[in-house]
């Protein structure tokens, strides 16, 4: 059992920068492949990046390529995501997700998620 407490998020106006971090306590947390997803308002919840259980590879959307920067680090259990350049279409509830001997891709096409936190609203205004 996993569990994951998502935080840093908070209302910033576009162009600003924000990060997200995410804490898991429970498991070993190298053994986890760790993505963070998105969902706005009357939309489906959506993939935003991934990163592998060492942290060498990376899988971002396409609409964050360039501004987010997802990290990890295995000695403290915590996953990042830098979000540079916000814009208003950034606005929603984050949420942090952990597949167990997954990989990056493999979250980004949905595969493989064994626990997801609560969530950390983000709102960008104009």
């Known amino acids: 059992q996993v569990q994951l407490v998502e935080s840093g998020g908070g209302l910033v106006q576009a162009g600003d920068s924000l990060r997200l971090s995410c804490a898991a306590s429970?498991?070993?947390?190298?053994?986890?492949?760790m993505g963070w997803f998105r969902q706005a308002p009357g939309k489906e919840r959506e993939f935003v990046a991934a990163?592998?259980?060492?942290?060498?590879?990376?899988h971002y959307a396409d609409s964050v390529k360039g501004r987010f920067t997802i990290s990890r680090d295995n000695a403290t259990n915590t996953v990042h995501l830098q979000m540079d350049s916000l814009k208003p279409e950034d606005t929603a509830v984050y949420y942090c997700a952990a597949a167990r001997f997954g990989t990056a891709e493999g979250i980004g096409a949905g595969r493989g998620l064994d626990y997801w936190g609560e969530g950390t609203l983000v709102t960008v205004s104009s």
């Open positions: 429970g498991d070993t947390f190298s053994s986890y492949a």
């Open positions: 990163i592998s259980r060492g942290g060498a590879f990376t």
